[in-house]
């Protein structure tokens, strides 16, 4: 397994938004199942940067987190620890975390 992956997701959309493919072509799930899931099969470790996106929307990261435990393909302490997000919004990562908790709870 290689070590580390970085994406720039604004090179897939500078306006990450939606959760699947009813709120358009470039949402979460798309993100989720075409770069994200792929990249962890084969690295240690993935840095999704926002830092040249326009915002992005709590759905959009909602489907790819929470899509994560829902789908079981990682545990949370494990997505947690394997998926580095790089905002220069706090209030993104605080997000990301509460997503992945609220998912991991309904499951139980």
């Known amino acids: 397994m290689k070590p580390e992956k970085v994406f720039n997701v604004a ?59 829902r789908e079981r393909i990682l545990s949370p302490a494990e997505l947690k620890r394997r998926v580095i997000v790089i905002s220069k919004y706090e209030s993104v990562k605080r997000n990301i975390n509460k997503y992945i908790d609220e998912a991991a709870a309904k499951l139980n």
Do not use: H
């Open 11 to 69: 090179e897939y959309t500078d306006t990450p938004i939606g959760r699947n493919s009813l709120d358009g072509p470039k949402n979460g799930a798309d993100y989720r199942d075409n770069f994200v899931v792929p990249a962890l099969a084969d690295y240690q470790t993935i840095k999704l940067d926002f830092s040249e996106t326009i915002g992005t929307t709590p759905s959009f990261l909602e489907e790819i987190f929470g899509g994560i435990i």
